[in-house]
């Protein structure tokens, strides 16, 4: 099954975070599970915070490339077409804000999950949260803004 | 000059975004300036976003480290104390909020600029200023948290 990122035009597939195209960065791959997306993500032991736990800037760096998938889907799905049709979606973010609920293990994989909160325009505002064996220990939402031309121009 | 992060005790200095004994981190430094707080970071050519941007997470790292740094750094100056002495402070994320202004070009030295907002009991709010070649082109808010025991037991 293909990721959301797996369709991102070539130009735009670089993000540290989420581009297939960056052999460096975290590649992340999510997908549809119903109405919510799902990203499961394995951290590396250099992913520390305090020893034992994840670093936080990690959770946040997820939960955004998350959110910014899960508005260019929800785009499509919106208007009833195949994430590998024409015009591309592709989104960046204009804030973000990530709440650490408690300490987030190093060691399991962590599963993001997001929900679409409101589509306006080439707005896409986005939830998620973040879990470790099954406990909630991050929160965050994206207001995500479709590309502009210039970034590419 | 040491930098705050200098001064973080060996058992909480592992941080991938600000500790010193990470050799695979950002190992950021951070300075008073008057009674700002000043960061430098020169981003690597894989923190891209789109080609040409830099990553909006590593931002949002190098936000969240610069200000549990300057949270750090305020409670010493609160207390009339040197860094170097003890009991230690460390401060953990309780929140985290950046805001996207504009496009943050990959290649020129990033400066991060912060300030103390809230001293209160454990919890020291800092807003914090990202640029690039003097353009403000992030701007953020860490509500950070005097690291609980428990992370260390």
Known sequence: ???FQDFYPENVAH???CG???ADGHQIKTFWDGDETVTRFQPKPEHTAIPGFVYGGLLASLIDC???GTAAAAMYR???RAMDSLPAFRFVTGSLQVSYL???PLGPQLEIRGRVKEIKGRKVVVEAT???EGVAT???EVVALQMPDSFTA
Chains 1, 2 share one sequence.
């Open 66 to 68: 998350h959110c910014t």
């Open 130 to 132: 973040l879990y470790a």
């Open 138 to 140: 991050a929160r965050g």
């Open 20 to 22: 297939r195209l960056n």
């Open 78 to 80: 919106a208007e009833n």
């Open 15 to 17: 993000c540290y975070g």
């Open 1 to 3: 099954m293909q990721a």
């Open 102 to 104: 408690k300490p987030t």
